[in-house]
């Protein structure tokens, strides 16, 4: 095994783990101490922030920066999952808003709001994961809590699909602003696809696909050495 001290960004690719990635890169450098900065769902693609050697002293640090994702809600169906990859619970095609409808109500998700997280997420019950007792059919319920949203954009809209931009803060979930959405605008809503774009001063551009970990003889030279990333981080504001 080899010492190194650093980041590497990834660009994760769909139905893959944060974890699977993981794997993937303490395989390939063999190395042992790795971690991530963030996990994404595994339907989401984007920016993971892998962690090695003393970097993983980061992950506090990397979990209360804002993060930046691409969106597409699809309107008109919920999951329980409040994504594509859940079981649909319920459908309400019989509304269509309009652009000017869903522009005016995207202005109530910025600044401080309340969110409930999904039943299925790694929020902690009691000392056991959302998700594991989601899966085993267990009663429970997930408090609300009051998260940050920096920016809410529209790009685009062609029914059931509205494609957002978002910038946020710490413990945000896109799923529950999908589903809220749906709600806010008398239908139902889930996450149809997720892109995290940025992390802090940490863009998707600079990332390695994820696919390209395996077996890559130059990984070594994608990797931020730990004294850089701190000045990046102390310089970001």
Same mark, same amino acid.
């Given at each position: 095994?080899?010492?190194? %001290? $650093?980041?590497?960004?990834?660009?994760?690719?769909?139905?893959?783990?944060?974890? %699977?990635?993981? +794997?993937?890169?303490?395989?390939?450098?063999?190395?042992?101490?790795?971690?991530?900065? $963030?996990? !994404?769902?595994?339907?989401? +693609? $984007?920016?993971?922030?892998?962690? &090695?050697?003393?970097?993983? #002293?980061?992950?506090?640090?990397?979990?209360?920066?804002?993060?930046?994702?691409? =969106?597409? @809600?699809?309107?008109?169906?919920?999951?329980?999952?409040?994504?594509?990859?859940? #079981?649909?619970?319920?459908?309400?095609?019989?509304?269509?808003?309009?652009?000017? #409808?869903?522009?005016?109500?995207?202005?109530?998700?910025? =600044?401080?709001?309340?969110?409930?997280?999904?039943?299925?997420?790694? @929020?902690?019950?009691? $000392?056991?994961?959302?998700? %594991? &007792?989601?899966?085993?059919?267990?009663?429970?319920?997930? +408090?609300?809590?009051?998260?940050?949203?920096?920016?809410?954009?529209?790009?685009?809209?062609?029914?059931?699909? @509205?494609? !957002?931009?978002?910038?946020?803060?710490? =413990?945000?979930?896109?799923?529950?602003?999908?589903? %809220?959405?749906?709600?806010?605008?008398?239908?139902?809503?889930?996450?149809?696809?997720?892109?995290? +774009?940025?992390?802090?001063?940490?863009? !998707?551009?600079?990332?390695?696909?994820?696919?390209?970990?395996?077996?890559?003889?130059?990984?070594?030279?994608?990797?931020?050495?730990?004294?850089?990333? &701190?000045?990046?981080?102390?310089?970001?504001?």
């Amino acid at each position: 095994m080899i010492k190194i %001290d $650093g980041i590497l960004l990834v660009n994760k690719t769909e139905h893959c783990t944060s974890f %699977d990635i993981v +794997r993937r890169v303490k395989k390939t450098l063999r190395i042992k101490k790795v971690g991530h900065g $963030g996990t !994404l769902d595994p339907f989401a +693609r $984007g920016l993971l922030i892998i962690l &090695l050697g003393k970097a993983t #002293r980061l992950f506090e640090r990397l979990k209360g920066l804002p993060k930046e994702y691409e =969106g597409v @809600v699809m309107l008109g169906v919920e999951t329980d999952t409040f994504d594509r990859d859940g #079981r649909v619970v319920a459908q309400k095609n019989s509304i269509i808003p309009s652009k000017e #409808r869903i522009l005016e109500v995207l202005k109530e998700f910025e =600044g401080r709001i309340t969110q409930i997280p999904p039943r299925f997420s790694a @929020v902690k019950i009691d $000392g056991h994961r959302a998700y %594991d &007792l989601a899966r085993r059919g267990k009663e429970f319920e997930v +408090r609300t809590r009051e998260v940050e949203v920096f920016k809410v954009e529209m790009e685009s809209y062609s029914f059931p699909h @509205v494609s !957002l931009v978002v910038k946020a803060g710490k =413990g945000f979930y896109m799923r529950s602003l999908a589903h %809220d959405l749906g709600q806010r605008l008398d239908t139902l809503g889930h996450l149809y696809s997720l892109t995290r +774009r940025a992390v802090g001063p940490f863009t !998707l551009k600079d990332a390695i696909d994820s696919t390209k970990i395996i077996g890559e003889k130059n990984l070594e030279n994608e990797i931020m050495p730990y004294d850089k990333a &701190l000045e990046v981080l102390k310089q970001f504001k």
